[in-house]
């Protein structure tokens, strides 16, 4: 055998001693746990790193569109001051229909006296406004006693302002003149005279009535003005 052949044979020899050595034992052969998989069990790759999702940012919620300034609300107008009363003016009318009454005067009056009561020599005095505007008689008349000192003495409260008479043209007003009983200091008239009373410093005339055997004492006295004659004879 030539040297070329005997060194073929000898290559494959140790190829198959090394195929030999190389071989799967016997227990892997019968499907071992220690036989290697034919396919070489896949590697577990490393799971591709998360790739994060950028999120988006959130919209900042769009403010409330800012009103215009508010506009300031008109200012309340003041209410007007209320305008005080003009005074009436000297001589205007004023809406009190009693504002242009005066107190009665002897110039705006008739007078006289009557017998009322003979054993007492009491008077009953009237007067009756003959002006053509109304009137008022106020307190007691103010009675003298012809040429005698004195005057009666007022007999009764007066009525007070709001209640004093108001005479119409032709109305009358009623007054008692008590004489009292006659004694040794008592005398006797034929007539008396007779002023309004004004409160006030106008001047009168003086009213004269008969009044025969009138009796003049201490005692006489006078009630102040009425609207009826019972009233007047009953204080």
């Not at 769009?62 to 005080?84: D, H, N, Q, R, W």
């Not at 709001?162 to 009292?180: H, K, Q, T």
Request: proline residues 13%; neutral net charge; aromatic residues 4%.
């Amino acid at each position: 055998m030539s040297s070329v052949r005997r060194a073929a044979a000898v290559l494959v020899a140790v190829s198959a001693l090394a195929l030999t050595a190389c071989g799967p034992s016997e227990d892997g052969a019968a499907g071992g746990s220690g036989a290697p998989s034919a396919t070489p069990p896949a590697s577990t790759a490393p799971s591709a790193p998360v790739k994060p999702t950028p999120t988006k940012p959130t919209k900042p919620a769009e403010s409330a569109e800012p009103s215009g300034p508010a506009t300031p609300s008109k200012p309340v107008k003041p209410s007007k001051p209320v305008k005080p009363s003009t005074p009436a003016k000297p001589g205007s009318p004023s809406t009190d229909p009693d504002y242009d009454v005066f107190p009665c005067s002897t110039y705006d009056v008739t007078f006289t006296a009557s017998l009322a009561e003979p054993t007492t020599s009491s008077y009953l005095l009237k007067v009756t406004n003959k002006s053509g505007k109304p009137c008022r008689v106020l307190g007691h008349p103010i009675v003298t006693f012809g040429a005698l000192d004195g005057k009666a003495n007022e007999r009764g409260a007066a009525p007070g302002i709001e209640d004093v008479i108001r005479l119409a043209p032709g109305e009358s007003a009623y007054a008692g003149l008590m004489g009292g009983l006659k004694g040794a200091a008592s005398k006797t008239v034929s007539s008396i005279a007779m002023t309004m009373n004004t409160e006030s410093d106008l001047k009168q005339v003086p009213l004269k009535a008969s009044t025969p055997g009138f009796n003049v004492s201490p005692d006489n006295s006078v009630t102040a003005w009425m609207d009826n004659a019972e009233d007047a004879l009953s204080l």
